[in-house]
């Protein structure tokens, strides 16, 4: 009679899929900040207080679409229609309405993926709405300078006009793609209630403004400096470490290109938020003892 053999050991869960230090730059980073989005959804869905937070905006806001749609039409396939009318007309509005249930689930998730405990950082429903007016004025004026050259490019040149729509096209993905980080990065920041309550603003000017920086465009970019004020801690991180701001961003606006899609996986694009800031904190905490370590004089 033969003995049993032993079960086979459980295959270890990916290492970029389970919490864990920033890795080095270059492709490992744009990797990791890809695959962060689907460990904000396995730690949600392991976590059974996590999920209940984060399936509370989901059902309120789907109710909401489904009772419209009861109310409007009789006949099912018009409710159906109606439904996802809704569902992709209020699309922007969870982010406002939920925004503090979604920082409630920023501040509880940080224990579930080894960071120090924090508080929800929360701001009032006023605030919400002017950061929401702020970042749509962004998105749409931020590149005009871009487009009204390439307007006189074409005129000048029309021959490469194609090209210069492929051009442009590209250029506002990369803006919106720019956008969705800053804005997923913004819900996932808690509060450290060890840090001071007023900090000095160490932050440079953005990228966009230092770009405008032009005698004709001084007024211009002073416009945006002010429009982005909001924004500027999530700007320096993503101008810091832009081959995770790019997978961060991939994997991000790929959970949240469906509008029904979006408002089901936006908790773990929050998560996925606060996994990276307090990794990349880390990581900066770590380099700055480092350094500290380096360069203090011996003791004779």
């Not at 702020?134 to 300078?145: D, F, K």
């Not at 194609?162 to 808690?190: K, S, Y």
């Not at 465009?217 to 810091?240: D, H, M, T």
């Not at 029904?260 to 929050?270: D, N, W, Y």
């Amino acid at each position: 009679m033969t003995t049993p053999s032993s079960a086979p050991p459980a295959p270890a869960p990916l290492p970029w899929l389970s919490p864990g230090p920033l890795p080095p730059r270059g492709v490992a980073q744009l990797a990791w900040g890809l695959a962060q989005p689907l460990l904000g959804l396995r730690v949600i869905v392991g976590d059974p207080a996590l999920l209940r937070a984060a399936a509370w905006p989901v059902l309120l806001f789907a109710g909401f679409c489904v009772l419209v749609a009861m109310g409007a039409e009789d006949d099912a396939s018009a409710r159906l229609e109606v439904f996802l009318d809704t569902l992709v007309t209020l699309a922007p509005a969870p982010v406002i309405l939920f925004g503090k249930t979604y920082r409630r689930l920023a501040a509880a998730a940080r224990v579930p993926l080894g960071l120090s405990p924090r508080t929800a950082d929360m701001p009032g429903l006023r605030s919400a709405i002017g950061d929401a007016i702020r970042q749509a004025i962004l998105l749409g004026i931020g590149l005009v300078p871009v487009w009204l050259a390439f307007e006189l490019a074409q005129e000048l040149w029309p021959a490469g006009a194609d090209a210069f729509v492929w051009v442009a096209w590209a250029l506002g993905g990369f803006w919106a793609l720019h956008w969705i980080v800053v804005e997923a990065l913004d819900n996932g920041h808690t509060v450290d209630p060890a840090a001071p309550s007023k900090q000095p603003d160490p932050y440079a000017d953005p990228w966009f403004v230092q770009i405008y920086q032009l005698p004709l465009l001084r007024r211009f970019s002073g416009l945006l400096r002010r429009l982005s004020r909001p924004w500027r801690r999530e700007l320096q991180l993503v101008a810091r470490h832009p081959e995770l701001a790019l997978g961060f961003g991939l994997g991000v606006a790929a959970i949240i290109a469906v509008p029904f899609a979006a408002l089901v996986f936006r908790p773990a694009a929050v998560v996925a938020a606060v996994h990276l800031l307090g990794r990349v904190d880390e990581a900066a905490g770590a380099a700055a003892a480092s350094a500290t370590v380096v360069t203090a004089p011996a003791t004779p």
